[in-house]
């Protein structure tokens, strides 16, 4: 027969199946006060290294996996037509399902922060990998609690941390934690996305416990009679058998119907739970195949500009890349490039970058549109001034002299370059009675000036100036001020985006000569409309707030599907800045 063939090649013998039948059926006592511990504080681990974005956290929790003895009970249940042991499995999964969940819920509303983190994201939306895993992962683990411990004990952390059924069930504890505390609907979507993954692990595992069960003929007639003698002295299997007697449906229920039609039952609820879980994954699909095109069109599109665009004939660099972004919507496809450009593009290569992008990508140049933000440079031809006129016969007086020298200054700085993509924006003079003048350059950019180009930076200075003891320093404006995060289809400015938004009302009114560039995103099933909505409650509050004009910000939709909007700085015009003169005394 085939099922004792199996069990003899893995080792698995009369006297094993026994113990196996028995260890299952004492592990699900409700009055085994350990197990409910274990429940509660994996159910906590899981929940704080949820929410605390941490894999190593939530892996501890996997490991505890307290659920899987009630899960490989069902599957037990279901192989041999055990009626006592399917409702005592039944209720003790339940128990254990809502003690976890109420704990998480009970954490989630102690908790000063409710954000949506990484790990919380991924298990809101099962698909049908996830089955595949958990098939496997049962499997696994049912072979690995019949068959005699000589190593394959190695197997069962793998099988928790595979299949970790805690930290879904704290997903759905963080959802209703989210809906009675801050958003009904946000909150029920998450937790009927870790809802449904819990399950298709449930019914996964039973399945695949249930088939090893029974390829081991788990059931036979002597195993039965052990289980028989070892329930009659069990006080709550005789308390479960007497309600069950209660029952008007006993007589049926007590055999479970017939194998066929058991396995009926397990296959109607696994095609149940493929029609979401493979929406779920063909969405995942649209949403790749989607970012895959947006990174190819971005590539192409920087590839060919750093190719053909980005320099002279000469080789000397002419511009680059400061931003891309691209946008598709009814085959017609955009690309946004912000360069920083010495000198202005023409309309002819403009149109020559269309032609061979749209070669590139394969389509029509009539469905590509180019839009380029060009931003000179302090090398551009467009910036250079215009020489002024001398007075011919200068008043020598100290205002005079003052003046002058201040114009020397201006023009000794203005004709400066620093290294990219450091940009000039202001210039300071302090004088101190008594001390040398002090010159203080501010300048925007990404990072700092390394020290070595600092120290020749200053000493260009002193040298254009004349002045050797002068003492040059510098100071960084950062171009990147930080993200501004909403929540699900809302555009309401938090307290902290607000004193993000300060600081950068503070720099717009210090810095005249700077403009802010707002790249508002969305995600996919959000309104269309909401994203205008975000950018114009972060005008309006610029505006109220700092009297920032609308026209010093620079407002764009992204294509990340993300909550938030970034905020960077950019030099509005680089006409050479007034000198400020900051007089110092003791």
Not at 84 to 105: D, E, P, Q, T, Y
Not at 215 to 231: A, C, F, G, M, P
Not at 360 to 381: F, N, W, Y
Not at 417 to 424: G, N, T
């Amino acid at each position: 027969m085939f099922r004792d063939w199996f069990a003899d090649n893995l080792g698995v013998s009369q006297a094993r199946k026994e113990q196996v039948y028995l260890d299952i059926c004492s592990s699900i006592s409700l009055e085994d006060a350990s197990y409910w511990i274990q429940v509660l504080f994996a159910a906590g681990i899981a929940t704080l290294g949820l929410v605390l974005n941490s894999p190593a956290v939530i892996i501890g929790a996997m490991l505890i996996s307290p659920l899987m003895g009630g899960i490989l009970a069902n599957g037990l249940a279901l192989a041999a037509g055990d009626v006592i042991l399917a409702m005592r499995a039944l209720l003790n999964l339940l128990l254990s399902c809502a003690l976890a969940i109420a704990f998480a819920v009970l954490l989630v509303s102690w908790l000063p922060f409710k954000e949506m983190t990484s790990e919380i994201a991924a298990r809101t939306r099962p698909n049908i990998l996830d089955l595949f895993v958990a098939l496997f992962s049962g499997a696994v683990g049912s072979v690995a609690i019949c068959k005699e411990a000589k190593g394959v004990a190695t197997s069962i952390p793998g099988v928790a941390i595979a299949v970790a059924l805690m930290p879904p069930l704290c997903v759905v504890g963080y959802g209703i934690g989210v809906a009675i505390s801050i958003n009904p609907v946000k909150g029920l979507q998450v937790a009927s996305g870790g809802g449904l993954l819990f399950f298709t692990n449930l019914v996964a595992i039973t399945f695949t416990a249930m088939l090893v069960f029974l390829s081991l003929h788990i059931d036979n007639l002597q195993v039965k009679e052990k289980v028989r003698e070892w329930r009659n002295t069990h006080p709550e299997s005789i308390w479960m058998q007497g309600i069950l007697e209660r029952l008007p449906a006993y007589q049926k229920l007590k055999k479970i119907g017939s194998l066929p039609g058991r396995l009926l039952l397990i296959f109607m609820t696994i095609g149940a739970i493929m029609f979401p879980l493979n929406q779920s994954l063909n969405q995942l699909r649209k949403e790749i195949t989607l970012q895959q095109q947006e990174n190819r069109v971005r590539r192409s599109a920087i590839d060919l500009w750093q190719q053909q665009f980005a320099t002279f004939s000469s080789g000397e660099t002419r511009s680059y890349i400061g931003n891309i972004s691209t946008s598709e919507k009814n085959n017609k496809l955009t690309v946004q490039l912000q360069v920083f450009s010495s000198k202005q593009y023409t309309p002819e290569e403009k149109n020559n970058f269309i032609q061979q992008l749209a070669s590139r990508l394969g389509k029509v140049p009539e469905l590509v549109t180019l839009k380029l933000v060009e931003i000179p440079t302090a090398s551009s031809e467009l910036l250079r001034p215009i020489p002024e006129e001398k007075p011919p016969e200068p008043v020598i007086n100290i205002a005079q002299l003052q003046s002058s020298f201040l114009q020397e200054v201006q023009s000794a700085l203005g004709e400066m370059r620093l290294p990219q993509p450091a940009q000039m924006i202001n210039y300071e003079l302090i004088t101190i009675p008594y001390e040398p003048l002090r010159i203080r350059l501010v300048y925007l950019s990404e990072r700092d000036i390394e020290k070595d180009a600092q120290v020749l930076l200053a000493d260009n200075v002193r040298s254009k100036l004349d002045y050797q003891s002068a003492l040059v320093s510098m100071q960084r404006i950062a171009t990147n001020l930080g993200v501004i995060s909403f929540e699900q289809d809302q555009s309401t400015l938090t307290p902290d985006n607000a004193k993000l938004l300060d600081r950068a009302g503070q720099i717009l009114q210090q810095f005249p000569n700077l403009q802010l560039e707002v790249m508002v995103n969305q995600e996919l099933e959000e309104e269309q409309e909401i994203a205008q909505l975000r950018s114009q409650a972060i005008t309006d509050y610029l505006k109220t707030q700092w009297q920032i004009n609308s026209d010093r910000l620079i407002l764009g939709v992204g294509t990340e599907p993300q909550r938030r909007a970034i905020l960077k700085l950019t030099v509005k015009s680089l006409r050479r800045p007034p000198i400020e003169t900051i007089p110092e005394t003791f």
